[in-house]
């Protein structure tokens, strides 16, 4: 694994049912992978908003690059 995956490594997150989450679109965030309220500073992309459905650990995005946002799916590697 190079530097550049690791930084861009899925974080994991103990997800509790019905709980709302707003997971970083933009990278600015120093919570990642979860929003900061930075991308309002940096004029960038707001987050998602998401509601677990159930209690459960769960590897969310940090690259961004996902096609299944808020989770991970690998394309980090790529
Ligand atoms: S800080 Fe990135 S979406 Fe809010």
Redesign the pocket.
């Known amino acids: 694994m190079n530097d550049t995956n690791q930084r861009f490594s899925p974080i994991a997150v103990e997800l509790e049912k019905d709980k709302k989450y ?1 997971w ?6 120093n919570n990642q992978p979860l ?5 309002r500073a940096e004029k ?4 998602l908003t998401f509601i677990a459905e159930e209690d459960k650990k769960a590897f969310l995005c940090t690259c961004k690059l996902t096609k299944n946002p808020p989770y991970c799916d690998g394309s980090h590697k790529n």
């Not at 929003?35 to 991308?39: A, W």
């Open positions: 707003s970083c679109t933009c990278s600015h965030s929003c900061d309220g930075s991308h960038a992309t707001p987050p």
